[in-house]
């Protein structure tokens, strides 16, 4: 693959953000692993399922663009990079890669192989989150810097290493020069180090830059020191940014358009100002109002989703936030085991006496129709306690979302039954100048909704 002049000029690209080329095309990305069952299961061939870390994602990239993947530990936004690098094992879905004829044109990179991609990988580079373990601590830094013109073949000319170096060194605020290039990364700062690590990536100069948490673990003195170092090297050598973080505080220092993330899916994509400044995802303003205020004067409501984030192996149905929710309504996928999660919620916030009285009345939760329906047993069948205790439950948190995915509630002779309505999954759809995956903004059912976008 060519790669692009080493002799780079400043760039003064005004065109707006909508009219620039497309580097990175992703349409319905998956990456899903399989999981080992045991030892039988596997001798009989039988499946044990799979972890949908990324379950059909789908974005654009355009020249000079930083785009921010947002979201929890767990969101499937680093698995999303490092798909795109080769380093994960894609299942289905389109990347199509175009940084130009200097690069080698445009190409879809699912049907590379390794010895291929390693020629893209001069045009794609990544900074890892650990600054500490990205350096190898046997080499000094000019060795490590330039480890890549060595791996990719670019030049055995030592003069011309030397320059290189030396430029790379310079760029990235490691001056003056000498006193760096034979430290070794045990005598540098974490700051030091990651300045270290985005000169070795742009060594290769390359188009496309993925930087998975690179400030995470800096301390908070550096991290906009970093930052802004990151943006003067956009400016200066056209690069395009993908950044992957769980910190919408530095995304919004960073980036120019917000992909939020949420257990394999992105529920929210759009500039980031609007998203910022008019949030449409519930899931996103639980993030936002999760930021922290550093005016210790000031009293901000936290109105965090409840919950932890579900098992990738087993998502929620419909709406994967939605047990998390609280303006959930009825299409967002209700099903046997919220049940579950309704009566865990109350017993850890009743007395001891409570717990205990109301845990025998229902024995244990049996699933008839996943999805469709759940029953609740009496433990002394025909004595109707497992209906009153859901009608006192109810009673005593009407507003609980649960409700309202339910259908109907009806007796039986060893319990009571709940069917729950249809689960939809939401697709994102344009509202304003964002798009979301979110019930809520489709005209289909907006009209059942009991909650606002903005509950």
Known sequence: MPTKPDDLEVDSDLTPLDDRPVVL?????????????????????????????????TFTLRKGEVLGLVGESGSGKTTTARALLGLAPITGGTVRFDAGPDYGGAMELTTLREPQFRAVRQAIQLVFQDPHASLNPAMDLATAVAHPLKIHKITKDRAEIDRRVRAAFERVGLAPVDQYLHKYPADLSGGQK??????????????????????????????AKILQLMLDLKRDLGLTYLYVTHDLATAKFFCDTIAIMYLGRIVEIGPAAQIYADPKHPYTRSLLAAIPEPDPSRAVPRNLPRGEVPDAARPPLGCAFHPRCPAAFAPCGWEARDV???????????????????????????????????????????????????????????????????????PEPAGVRLDFNDAVDPALRDVGP??????????????????????
Request: hydrophobic content about 45%; proline content about 5%.
């Open 25 to 57: 095309d992703v349409r319905d990305l998956r990456v899903h692993f399989a999981l080992r069952g045991g030892f039988f299961d596997r001798l009989l061939g039988r499946s044990s399922g799979s972890v949908k870390a990324v379950d059909g994602v």
């Open 340 to 410: 579950d999660a309704l009566l865990e919620q109350r017993w850890t916030a009743v007395v001891e006496g409570e717990y205990e009285r109301e845990r025998v009345v229902v024995g244990s939760l049996v699933e008839l129709e996943a999805g469709a329906a759940a029953r609740l047993p009496d433990a002394h069948a025909g004595s109707g306690a497992a209906a009153a205790l859901l009608a006192e439950i109810r009673r005593d948190e009407p507003d609980e979302p649960f409700w309202r995915g339910v259908r109907t509630v009806e």
């Open 194 to 223: 990651q300045r270290a690590v985005l000169a070795r990536a742009i060594m290769l100069n390359p188009a496309l830059l993925v930087a998975d948490e690179p400030v995470s673990m800096l301390d908070m003195s550096v991290r």
């Open 434 to 455: 964002v798009r979301v995956a979110c019930h809520l903004h489709d005209p289909r059912f907006t009209p059942l909704a009991t909650g606002s976008p903005d509950a």
